[in-house]
């Protein structure tokens, strides 16, 4: 095994719209696709996408049959999906002209996770494994505590903030990755600098990655004697949709990581990838396999 996404599917229903809609208003939509999302499904297609052996561990509900076939037609292994009969976990995301979204999220099948279920998915994982975690599952405190005894090697992504994530020892990560807002939550700053004296000041051993929209991304890497630091400006394009952006700079980062390549490389393609996808509507059906992306970074 090289990568064991432990995350949530969904089935989005994805609403394009003038304007987001604002309180006591009734908004007509100029047009409805459903497809498929969820942080742990996106970014286990980005991660195959570029080039990763993944697993995708979590829930599959009812009616998210659709989920698992997509998985494997993007070659991620679905043996460790425990069916449930809760409904498939799904989002309602508006999109706005400009491409910026809007989303309501709702678990169903993704809160099902139990403790028999953490151990046999881990199971399999054997020490320096990629485990890749968000926070649209439940039991997310119990996942690192085994994944952490086990000795893999542990990436975060926050998302969506929430009071949940005060049970999580950030001390067990390897890797955080989040946004200027969730720096801000967690640090009191959103100053990706001085986030990261916070971050490393608490949690001395964990690399952070802060996405920072417009003005690119910044990593901060703990090496053995030293702290790499990284900072990537995004690949200017017209932005169509930005839902799954984020998941996609995600999972192409964490191939690069399980890959090898160095620090600048992973900040490089994972933006590249990013930036591709944001001219594409959809949140996994956006994801650029690696051909795109190298293509991309030749010119």
């Not at 709702?106 to 054997?126: D, F, H, K, W």
């Not at 100053?191 to 051993?205: G, S, T």
């Not at 690949?235 to 890959?259: E, I, N, S």
């Amino acid at each position: 095994m090289k990568i064991l996404n432990f995350g949530s599917m969904n089935l989005d229903h994805v609403y394009q719209v003038p304007h987001f809609s604002q309180p006591g208003e009734s908004l007509s939509v100029t047009e409805l696709a459903t497809g498929p999302g969820g942080k742990g499904l996106n970014q286990s297609i980005a991660m195959a996408r570029a080039g990763a052996t993944v697993f995708q561990g979590g829930c599959l509900g009812a009616g998210g049959e659709r989920l698992k076939t997509l998985l494997e037609e993007n070659g991620v292994d679905t043996s460790l999906l425990w069916p449930v009969d809760e409904a498939q976990g799904h989002a309602i995301i508006q999109v706005a002209p400009d491409g910026e979204n809007s989303i309501l999220y709702y678990g169903g099948s993704n809160r099902c996770v139990t403790e028999a279920q953490i151990e046999q998915t881990l199971a399999p994982c054997t020490q320096g494994d990629l485990l890749v975690l968000q926070n649209e599952i439940v039991l997310l405190a119990e996942i690192i505590e085994q994944a952490y005894a086990k000795g893999l090697t542990i990436l975060l992504n926050p998302s969506p903030f929430d009071e949940e994530l005060a049970k999580v020892d950030f001390g067990k990560l390897d890797w955080l990755i989040i946004n200027e807002l969730e720096a801000g939550f967690l640090t009191g700053t959103q100053d990706p600098d001085q986030a990261w004296e916070v971050l490393h000041d608490r949690y001395p051993r964990l690399s952070v990655v802060i996405t920072l929209g417009s003005a690119g991304s910044r990593a901060y890497r703990v090496l053995a004697d030293q702290v790499e630091q990284v900072q990537q400006p995004v690949f200017p394009v017209q932005a169509v949709d930005t839902t799954g952006a984020g998941d996609t700079f995600t999972g192409y980062f964490a191939a690069g990581l399980v890959r090898g390549d160095t620090l600048r490389q992973c900040m490089e393609k994972a933006a590249m990838a990013a930036a591709i996808s944001v001219t594409r509507p959809g949140a996994a059906s956006s994801v650029p396999t690696l051909a795109e992306v190298e293509a991309q970074q030749k010119i």
